[in-house]
């Protein structure tokens, strides 16, 4: 089979701005609505799946005043979606860091049951003070120990979903005995972390197990990423930069073995207009709506600081820490920004609207264009998108941009399976022997 090209979209946006659009209704009930919607028109145009990131906490204090409450939980917030959606995946963000690999396990194999065999976890491993803050911690744990956590929270959470084989579920109703308890495995796992028996009481879903999704940028999280991630999300302001990433996280993957690479998606801000015109419209329409004042505040948690800065002057030196260990791979991607072309405060608060990620503007053959050229040079095997907040964009890609990378053969015309790892092209894994 030919590469097919993958798209994911982000379900929540951290974005403030556009909730001063008229068109938005910013009540529950309003948020309920655009959140379905958004699930439904990504599913209409043939997704992969939809993302939902998360940061347990509600940012600085200097965002609050400029962003709505649609913060809502992701796995309470997929499980909804699954009841009115039948094809598209669930992606929800969960951090090995703050959540114990028993409560991971459990719900993210219940939502893919529940879902038909739709679930992703996007293992994180939560940078954020203000996230350490609500979990009773001293402080945020350092970098590499995250990831010697995660090492081990990803062994419990996969021996909890291993527990039960084909063979287990016998449903022998003469003889009144439901599992073949000789064939469940226990996780009876005791590491450094973590102390879990299990078993959970829930067989391999339609898809095995979810599947795993990781963003890991600096050199230990690429690593980890190149061992356990079956998708990798990640962002580079530009092509160049995202091709150097998937040659390494190849090269990786590779040297330990592994037999399929993991799937490399950036993530992709776009625009999309009828015309020329129209997409320029849209793009002044989204600047008007942004919230500069927003975008500083948020850019504080990964100690980015123009907050007070002349929004229509050069973004000054200070505003990068002169030493970090925290967020190397974030604050590189930032000062790029910062300074390729020397934007004004304000343009490069703009530029920071999709993290440290790409951007397109342009017609449905513009944005189809950059993105057959990421796909096609080795940048990218498809996008995670992030529209602009602007109501009836995502809607506009899936009517206008979908078809055209249908024509040009490079996007699904129709799901043709049913579960998640069918989308991605992912084998089911097999449970390990004992
Ligand atoms: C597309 C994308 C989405 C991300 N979503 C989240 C998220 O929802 N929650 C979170 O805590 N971190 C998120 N991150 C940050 C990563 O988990 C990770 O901390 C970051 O890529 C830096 O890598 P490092 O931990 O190896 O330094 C995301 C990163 C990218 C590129």
Redesign the pocket.
Known sequence: MSRELHLLTFGNTRSAGPWRHPEVDNSTAGVRRRLIEHAQTAQAGAFDAV??????NYGPPATWAYKTTEDFEPLTTTAALSAVTERIGLVV?G?ATLAHPYHLARQLLSLDHLSGGRAGW?L?????QA?ADNFSARGVVD?DE??RIAEEAIDVVTKLWDGWGEETIVEDRAAGVFNDVSSIRVADHHGRYFDVKGPIGAARSAQGRPVIF?????????T??ARHAEVI???HGNRARAQDFYRQVHAQARALGRAHPPVIT??LRFIVGSTTEEAARAEREAYRYFSPEYQAGWLLEVDVDVVGADLDGPVPESAFPSSTQT????LAGYRFLATDGNPTVREFLYRTVN?W?ASIVGTPEQVADEIEEWFTTGAADGF?LGDSGLPGQLALFVEQVVPVLRKRGLFRHEYTGRTLRDHLGLPVPERPAR
Request: charged share 10%; no cysteine; net charge neutral.
């Open positions: 993302f939902f990131a998360d940061g347990l963000t951090s996007n994180v491993t939560s940078f954020a996230a970098h995250r990831y990781q963003a890991g940028s600096s050199e230990t999280g690429r980890f990423a999300f990640t962002s950036p993530s967020h190397q791979t974030a993290g990620g995670v």
